[in-house]
T-cell receptor, first 114, second 110 residues
Framework: NAGVTQTPKFQVLKTGQSMTLQCAQD?????MYWYRQDPGMGLRLIYYSASEGTTDKGEVPNGYNVSRLNKREFSLRLESAAPSQTSVYFCASSGGQAGNTEAFFGQGTRLTVV | EDKVVQSPLSLVVHEGDTVTLNCSYE??????LLWYKQEKKAPTFLFML????IEKKSGRLSSILDKKELFSILNITATQTGDSAVYLC??????????FGQGTTLQVKP
């Protein structure tokens, strides 16, 4: 049982390059999330998708776009990477009624922008 | 604007001590409060609280929610070095939004 799978696990980008972080879950969950984690900052919500076909901004959406491709997949795109986007990115998913179940996390993507 | 504040931000104790971690929140359409433990990797789930005053327990860990005063506490008794981690609280809304506090870093010394 894979749970939440993120790819890649590590990535180094040059300033201005673009890339897409992929996330897939196999638990038939409705809600999916993208977070970034910087030292001492906890997890900050970038975007979330409460159900297939919907996406909403979180706390720090600037510089990012997302696509809920289908129920399983939720991708995060950086159009023009900046050093300030150096971080660890986590994808998560939760099932059942919104706000009433635990969220499961992927193992994270460590992104460095130079 | 939704807000989550955890205190203290960091804590150093010795094995056997009891610790209390605090989480206060202001979240629109609040539904539940989640606690997670993070040890250098992805967060792992500890508790979900939906009702005020009902304590949830798992071994040496326990947690309670006060929906009137908008806070939750996580207690760890007889701490062990394996409890060293960052503890995160996360209020969830019924819209599906899930935000996290900045975390409490707990270090347990032998």
């Amino acid at each position: 049982n894979a749970g939440v799978t993120q790819t890649p696990k590590f990535q180094v980008l040059k300033t201005g390059q673009s890339m897409t972080l992929q996330c897939a879950q196999d638990m038939n969950h409705n809600s999916m999330y993208w977070y970034r984690q910087d030292p001492g900052m906890g997890l900050r919500l970038i975007y979330y998708s409460a159900s297939e076909g919907t996406t909403d901004k979180g706390e720090v959406p600037n510089g990012y776009n997302v696509s809920r491709l289908n129920k399983r997949e939720f991708s995060l795109r950086l159009e023009s990477a900046a050093p300030s986007q150096t971080s660890v990115y986590f994808c998560a998913s939760s099932g059942g009624q919104a706000g009433n179940t635990e969220a499961f996390f992927g193992q994270g993507t460590r992104l460095t922008v130079v | 604007e939704d807000k989550v504040v955890q205190s203290p931000l960091s804590l150093v104790v010795h094995e056997g001590d009891t610790v209390t971690l605090n989480c206060s929140y202001e979240v629109t359409n609040f539904r539940s409060l989640l606690w997670y433990k993070q040890e250098k990797k992805a967060p792992t789930f500890l508790f979900m609280l939906t009702s005020s005053g009902i304590e949830k327990k798992s071994g040496r860990l326990s947690s309670i929610l006060d929906k009137k005063e908008l806070f939750s506490i996580l207690n760890i008794t007889a701490t062990q070095t394996g409890d060293s981690a960052v503890y995160l609280c996360a209020p969830a809304s019924n819209t599906g939004k899930l935000i996290f506090g900045q975390g409490t870093t707990l270090q347990v010394k032998p």
